[in-house]
């Protein structure tokens, strides 16, 4: 099905202030306005913070636009650039998606952070999120858990995704310090459903089999703690693999026919739950 090119109305600026982008976001609303005057209806279900670092850009954007109408709320997206002088320049768009017969508009605030200014990301987003509606955080990258940017946007968010298999290292260590005072997803973790609803076929059998995993360190990691913590036993380290891959009492478990989801679909998914996730929560501390 292809899904019809947004209408979009645009407008950029460099040294620019909060109000400003308040007062440019309220013409390019009045600018989508239909053929009638009327302003088109304006979804209004979240706001979704992403926090870009440079080199993760191109692929935010991609999964954005990948998006299309099925979140289209207001999106802040920061893009720090310590390394740069001070200032704030912005990309403001309203991207207006025919809906049978209406058409429903978004907002994507494209924020570049130099200096200083991305030291402070909660003093820049809450002025600009929806009230009263709640806050999604998407951490592209390594998150910088010690760092204050890490902690500001984990206080404005209900919900933090990240995805772990974008990190260096494993951390949910670190990752589960924040469990206590945001929900948290990880689309690794989402990438892992397949194979959970198969294995979860095979209780109560697979409590007594040995269990052997391979498969990429994130996605490896998750279902090994998973595992781990529904069956309350230590299991051997996961091998690593390209694909996720598991043995039980040394036969190989055929893996799920179903199509991998995109970053764009996993990403939507995770938009749609707001509450805290206890099996992820217990897996990530196991893992």
């Known amino acids: ?141 390594e998150p910088s858990f010690r760092e204050s940017q890490w902690q500001q946007l984990v206080e404005v968010a209900d919900r933090v995704i990240v995805d772990s298999s974008e990190w260096a290292a494993p951390r949910h260590a670190e990752l589960v310090e ?11 973790w989402a990438r892992t459903d397949d194979w959970r609803i198969a294995l979860a076929a095979r209780w109560p059998a697979i409590a007594g089999q040995q269990i052997a995993i391979r498969g990429p360190r994130a996605e490896g990691s998750l279902l090994r703690g998973w595992l781990q913590s529904r069956l309350e036993r230590t299991l051997p380290a996961v091998e690593p693999a390209g694909e996720v891959g598991v043995l039980l009492d040394g036969e190989e478990v055929a893996p799920p026919q179903d199509q991998p989801r995109s970053p764009s679909d996993l990403l939507s998914d995770e938009l749609d739950h707001l509450g805290r996730d206890p099996v992820y929560e217990a897996a990530a501390s196991a893992s």
Request: glycine share 8%; charged share 25%.
């Open 178 to 188: 924040v469990f206590d005072r945001t929900a948290v997803s990880d689309i690794a």
């Open 1 to 141: 099905m292809t899904v019809p090119a947004p209408a979009l109305f645009d407008w950029s600026g460099r040294e620019v202030s909060i109000a400003q982008i308040d007062s440019e976001l309220g013409r390019l609303r009045r600018d989508s306005a239909g053929e009638d005057g009327n302003p088109h209806q304006r979804t209004s279900v979240m706001t979704h913070v992403a926090w870009v670092p440079p080199e993760w850009l191109d692929a935010a954007e991609r999964v954005l636009a990948g998006m299309a109408e099925r979140h289209p709320s207001r999106t802040v997206i920061l893009v720090p650039r310590p390394a740069e002088e001070g200032g704030i320049d912005a990309e403001i768009s309203v991207r207006c998606f025919p809906i049978g017969e209406s058409t429903v508009c978004g907002e994507v605030i494209e924020l570049a952070l130099r200096g200083n200014r991305a030291l402070a990301p909660a003093s820049i987003v809450l002025p600009l999120v929806i009230s009263d509606l709640p806050v999604f955080l998407r951490w592209r990258g």
